[in-house]
């Protein structure tokens, strides 16, 4: 996810100015300096890569003006390969579906897919990528394994053999975005909560307070609509702030079959509790001493709907993507009074029964690039995924679009002028990588996704007890589970 919102810098950074470029070769591993150095023998031409209008707008300059293409020669692709972008729709499923078609019908072009995070692995499973640990060049390799968020990497890998199957091409982290000024107004100090967020109850009662007293009709705007982004996500990092799991932790999250199912565990209530109680504070069975900042329509809202209160100085807080800050923390809207970080926590970090949860977090998002096994260029697709992986170039991505670079140690070497409002907050950016929440992807994810969304919408609108929702989504996900088991068998 994060993709269903790929809309970033769309008008704020519509006349960005031109990158400049970095004159001098980095000495690391991670800097290739001669044109037509990458990949083995590729006959030059056309390598087609599917992607959206975004990105499409920032592969081609007019002239001498930066884009990706010129990072990518000046990166070492070999002059006469141009990148062609087949452009398709942002949102994640369709994507989906369109890259299941081609790869089926043994369809090339597109000779490279941009696969979100969130199912790439399941095209692994099915064999239709092409095994980048056998086929890379070894530095580009290396700065995959050795200098990419580790995090995002793992999405791209062959959960059995743990060889690498995609280049990430940017990783996407959910934030808290929050009116520093309405909350500090209201007698709470915030000076610390970029680098060390507050714990849900604290967060909630400022949020509410700020809300009374400021002349906004909001508190928290958030996802709760029943769709992809409220399974992965916007529940996800709730959840594992809370110290609970799907599946029993981290390291449950890339296999299917043999795992347990703990939704219904008393955190994962707690969260579901929790977010209950912030669309119906009065309701019996939120949580709490938690008060009612959400309105009701969060179980209606997607990504943008949840932001657009915020955007217009109706909501105390919002949680969304990186590509929020560019509109909201210009300094024609709320500049330096916008204030950022990953979530508040439940269950502090190190107190959770399960492994890799509890404490602040941020879900993981985000798109890998991958070579289809029909392709007649491979040479020439390696080239490119090889000069993708340059640190220049993933600046280069960063600083013309907003793209994370999955190489999370280059967001403070960004230019500053070039970044915009993101400038002021690398060090929550940082944060949010280390502590990354991936959704548990598997090749039955699709089918648990829409069991969990279900459920949770269910229970965010009330209709079903949050005991009961998770009880219910328990039983489904072990029928799932089991007949996994019994195909193994």
């Given amino acids: 996810m994060g993709g269903d919102s790929i809309r970033r810098y769309r008008s704020s950074r519509s006349g960005v100015a031109r990158r400049a470029f970095l004159g001098a070769a980095s000495a690391s591993v991670g800097s290739v300096a001669v044109a037509g150095c990458l990949g083995r023998g590729g006959q030059g031409g056309t390598v087609v890569m599917t992607a959206a209008t ?24 070999d002059e006469d390969v141009r990148v062609e972008i087949q452009t398709v729709v942002s949102d994640s499923a369709q994507r989906m579906q369109s890259a299941q078609s081609a790869l089926q019908a043994g369809r090339a072009p597109p000779d490279i ?46 959960p059995e ?13 959910g934030l808290v975005l929050y009116r520093r000024d309405l909350i500090e107004d209201a007698g709470y100090d915030t000076g610390g909560w970029g680098t060390d967020p ?33 399974a992965c996500c916007s529940f996800n990092e709730v959840m594992s702030s809370w110290g609970g799991a799907y599946f029993g932790g981290t390291e449950n999250l890339f296999t299917a079959g043999d795992r347990p199912i703990t ?90 029964e399960f492994e890799g949860v509890g404490g602040t977090s941020a879900a993981l998002g985000g ?29 280069t991505i960063f600083e013309l679009g907003g793209f994370l670079p999955p190489n999370v140690d280059l967001i403070e070497e960004a230019d500053p002028d070039e970044i915009g409002p993101s400038a002021r907050y690398t060090e929550q950016l940082r944060a949010a990588g280390e502590n990354a929440v991936p959704r548990p992807v598997t090749d039955l994810w699709p089918e648990q996704s829409a069991l969990i969304y279900q459920e949770l919408n ?9 005991e009961t929702a998770m ?19």
């Fill in 54 to 77: 975004d990105i499409e707008s920032l592969m081609h300059g007019d002239g001498d003006e930066p884009s990706i293409q010129r990072a990518l020669w000046d990166a070492g692709l």
């Fill in 113 to 158: 897919h941009m696969m979100d995070s969130g199912w790439t692995i399941p095209f692994i499973l099915r064999e239709q990528t092409v095994n980048l640990s056998d086929h890379l060049g070894d530095e580009a390799l290396g700065r995959v394994e050795e200098e990419y968020l580790d995090a995002i990497v793992e999405t791209a890998r062959h």
């Fill in 161 to 173: 053999t743990d060889d690498v199957h995609g280049v990430p091409l940017f990783p996407d982290f």
């Fill in 198 to 230: 507050p714990a849900w109850e604290e967060f909630a009662n400022a949020v509410g307070d700020a809300m009374d007293g400021g002349d906004v009709d909001y508190g928290f705007t958030t996802q709760g609509a029943a769709y992809e982004g409220l």
């Fill in 263 to 352: 939704v219904d565990d008393e955190r994962t209530i707690d969260a579901v509790r929790m977010m209950r109680a912030f669309v119906d504070g009065d309701d019996p069975d939120g949580l709490e001493g938690y008060p009612g900042i959400s309105p009701a329509a969060i179980v209606q809202w997607t990504e943008q709907e949840s932001l657009n209160p915020f955007v217009d100085g109706n909501a105390v807080a919002n949680r969304n993507w990186p590509f929020a800050i560019a509109e909201t923390g210009a300094e024609d809207a709320f500049g330096e009074d916008l204030g950022v970080m990953t979530h508040p926590y439940g269950v502090p970090e190190g107190e959770s």
């Fill in 367 to 395: 798109w890998n690039l991958t070579v289809s096994p029909h392709t007649e260029r491979r040479a020439e697709a390696l080239q490119v995924l090889e000069a993708f992986t340059s640190e220049d170039v993933q600046l």
């Fill in 458 to 466: 269910a229970a965010y609108r009330g209709a079903k007890p949050p």
């Fill in 471 to 489: 009880s219910d989504l328990a039983d489904r996900l072990e029928r799932s589970e089991a007949e996994v088991s019994e195909s193994d068998d």
